[in-house]
């Protein structure tokens, strides 16, 4: 038997101090956090309107309203569109994503209705991603909305769901919680009609602690939107709408804002360590890499491998110092917020139980060194050669 060696460098998945120590810009937040505290305005100041304004440009939207977290940014988006009012109203979601997704639905009154991924399978197939082939099959007469999710940082196909929406005359929110920056066909994510972002402290544009927004070029819908994150009142106790209170603070848009001119670079950082991961780690059985749709620049907010394995090789690789994580363990549908009135019978998303057994994320981010990739992609070769008397 031979004697386990000792990790020569540890990888951990995702830390926060990290990215703001190798990024250097701790002074930069600090002084913001700071400038905030000084200026006695901490809620709806020019913190948040300086930010609502740069990030609704940098997604090529006429409008942003910052909120107080991705989920509240979806249901409200929901809410704005009059989703929930009617009895037995249905949204579509992918039945593989976080549950955040289907949690905006059910908070509206509405239920979740899920659509397949297309089916896991041969190495290169795109299988995270809601398939716009199986839009057709889910629609109901009480289908009120789509809400495409542009999973792990790679934009869903939205001129697809667009055509299959204008069709059926519904509307389209993308989940754009893990894709700032993305782009499909040349557009950012969020240019077209309504988006909503999360900022968790996680995410490619992270704030220090929650936070969402959405973008639209409607202003119609950004009014209602404003109205609804202040308790449905834009004039001090004069409420027109049953709104919410969901308000992105001065503290957290002042972050925001010294990060956003840097969320390019630190996407690129993120693009090139996926090309060396998919690069090394091609040849290896056992293991499905993500797929790039060609119209797709995915911002890579998770590298997510496939393995039937999949447990096997989180062994090794933490025993090799490497964090890794799942995304997502457990599918929505099987959880128990949903077990007790699933939208669909459980056999009629085999694809989202399968992404559930077999989903691995390698660590990734723009704080990463060369060294602790070089790290990753040995221990996972290492590993992953492991698998092969196991096929």
Request: proline share 7%; glycine share 8%.
């Amino acid at each position: 038997m031979t004697k386990q060696t000792r990790p020569t460098i540890q990888v951990p998945f995702y830390d926060l101090r990290d990215v703001h120590e190798a990024m250097g810009i701790q002074p930069q937040i600090e002084e913001a956090l700071l400038r905030v505290a000084a200026s006695g305005r901490y809620l709806l100041g020019p913190e948040l309107a300086a930010f609502e304004e740069r990030f609704a440009d940098y997604c090529g939207a006429a409008h942003c309203v910052a909120v107080g977290s991705g989920l509240d940014a979806l249901q409200l988006t929901l809410r704005a569109l009059g989703v929930g009012e009617g009895e037995g109203d249905e949204v579509m979601v992918p039945s593989h994503t976080y549950i955040a997704t289907w949690l905006a639905v059910s908070a509206c009154g509405a239920t979740p209705a899920p659509v397949e991924p297309g089916e896991p399978g041969r190495r290169g197939a795109d299988t995270f991603l809601l398939s716009p082939d199986r839009l057709e099959a889910a629609l109901t007469p009480r289908t009120k909305a789509v809400m495409p999710v542009h999973l792990y940082g790679h934009p869903a196909d939205l001129n697809a769901v667009q055509a299959f929406a204008d069709r059926h005359g519904l509307p389209v929110v993308e989940d754009a919680a893990q894709a700032h920056g993305a782009r499909y066909r040349g557009r950012r994510v969020g240019s077209a009609y309504a988006a909503a972002f999360s900022f968790y402290p996680g995410k490619n544009l992270g704030a220090l602690g929650d936070g969402g927004a959405v973008v639209t070029s409607d202003a119609e819908l950004a009014d209602r939107l404003r109205l609804l994150r202040n308790y449905g009142s834009r004039e001090k106790y004069r409420h027109e709408l049953r709104g919410v209170n969901s308000r992105l603070d001065e503290l957290q848009a002042a972050v925001l804002s010294v990060k956003l001119p840097l969320l390019d670079a630190w996407n690129t950082r993120r693009q090139e360590i996926a090309a060396r991961y998919t690069e090394a780690l091609a040849d290896l059985p056992g293991i499905d890499l993500p797929a790039v749709a060609e119209w797709a620049e995915p911002v890579w907010h998770q590298y997510v491998l496939r393995s039937p394995h999949r447990d096997h090789l989180q062994h090794r690789l933490a025993e090799a110092g490497v964090e890794t994580l799942l995304h997502y363990p457990v599918p929505v549908h099987r959880s128990g917020a949903y077990a007790a009135r699933r939208p669909r019978p459980a056999d009629e998303l085999p694809h989202a139980e399968r992404l559930a057994r077999e989903v691995l994320s390698l660590p990734i981010g723009p704080h990463l060194s060369d060294a602790a990739v070089d790290a990753v992609i040995v221990a996972t070769r290492s590993a992953a050669l492991t698998l092969t008397g196991m096929e």
